[in-house]
């Protein structure tokens, strides 16, 4: 059961962190939530380089744990000293939108991944065995002990590197190796809250720019149907408990439909893994822009130079949004309106952007 207390430790410790640096500008929810990604791939990071020249099992897991583990204390400490706001105030509606579909996604990634340790949903006939070939490599194959940092082995290509970001399966491999997790629960229990990270800070962002609940809760309703309405024959079809939703309807009835929930959410996809690192630097930049507030661009940062393996499409895409805002808070006002640009306003402008180029940057390079 440590990989339990891994997984419990990381969200501390995520927890801890944006609050250090986001303090009363995320609530409560808002500051778990967009620590989940951080706490989860500051262990495995932590734990992969510390494997780079031996067997990646329990022993090797120790001491990131225990950084880990001080690390959210000192930050309890600091973050008590401040008295920072508990309280969260839901509307009815909110508080439905939340519940339902949290409960909707979390139950989705239940039945997608490995449900009786058998059964999978989404493109599971294809994408998921090319996942776990990956996940099994670190957990036990031939990159459970590396000869250098970056020593990773394609597992379904003999003799060739891997070409693939592979962070996100290797926390589930290490959740293995480490923590004594089944394949089940090392791929559920983390996709649990990946995909509740995802669905606040998706939820966070369509309030900032609406102000509205009733405006989340249809942006949300649209995501879940981009694709059409394909999921209620789930509700129809009598063997719903086996069909892949995608090219088996039940009944002998074969179709090809595209979703983005069964396509690029599930199963253990890469895009999972990488939304909420994109929706929480895009709500952190927004912030920090309007508060002029250096702990929120240096939060981005380290939200978006996490990205690179994770998924490098959501680097580039982050670096074309931030390139992009930038220009529009920051060039544009300086070209058109520079006689009432301060040089005060011009030097802090300046200096928030450097901070987030900078932290993105330099935790990007290496990767």
Not at 35 to 51: C, D, E, Q, R
Not at 89 to 115: E, H, N, P, R
Not at 252 to 258: A, D, L
């Amino acid at each position: 059961m440590l990989w339990s207390f891994q997984i419990t430790t990381s969200l501390w410790f995520g927890y801890e962190l944006v609050t250090k640096l986001a303090h009363n500008n995320f609530d409560i929810l808002q500051r778990f939530f967009a620590g989940v990604p951080i706490g989860f791939f500051t262990l495995a990071w932590m734990n992969f380089v510390l494997s780079s020249r031996r067997t990646l099992n329990q022993y090797i897991s120790y001491i990131p744990f225990a950084i880990q583990l001080i690390s959210s204390f000192v930050l309890h400490r600091q973050n008590s000293s401040k008295r920072l706001s508990l309280s969260i105030k839901f509307s009815l509606l909110q508080l439905v939108t939340l519940l339902a579909f949290g409960f909707f996604y979390v139950i989705l990634m239940y039945i997608s991944m490995l449900q009786n340790n058998l059964y999978t949903k989404g493109a599971g006939y294809g994408d998921l065995p090319f996942h776990l070939n990956i996940i099994s490599s670190f957990a036990c194959g031939c990159n459970n002990k590396r000869s250098s940092i970056y020593d990773v082995h394609s597992s379904f290509f003999a003799g060739e590197n891997l070409a693939y970001p592979f962070i996100p399966n290797f926390f589930t491999g290490m959740l293995m190796a480490t923590g004594r997790a089944s394949l089940s629960a090392a791929l559920f229990f983390p996709s649990a809250f990946i995909i509740l990270s995802f669905f606040y800070g998706q939820y966070s962002l369509c309030y900032k720019f609406t102000n509205d609940h009733l405006a989340c809760l249809i942006s949300v309703f649209l995501f879940v149907n981009l694709g059409g309405l394909g999921w209620v024959r789930w509700i129809t079809d009598k063997n719903r408990g086996y069909g892949d939703w995608l090219h088996n309807w039940g009944k002998n009835q074969y179709e090809y439909w595209f979703h983005p929930l069964f396509h690029i959410i599930v199963p253990q996809r890469a895009s999972l893994w990488s939304f909420p690192l994109c929706y929480w630097t895009i709500y952190s930049l927004i912030l920090g822009i309007e508060k002029n507030n250096l702990k929120l661009m240096f939060l981005a940062g380290i939200l978006t130079g996490l990205t690179p393996l994770v998924q490098v499409h959501s680097y580039v895409s982050m670096a074309q949004w931030a390139i992009s805002y930038c220009i529009i808070t920051f060039g544009l006002p300086l070209l058109f309106n520079y006689k009432k640009y301060s040089l005060q306003r011009f030097k802090r402008q300046f200096l928030l952007w450097l901070v987030f180029a900078i932290t993105a940057n330099i935790l990007a390079a290496p990767q």
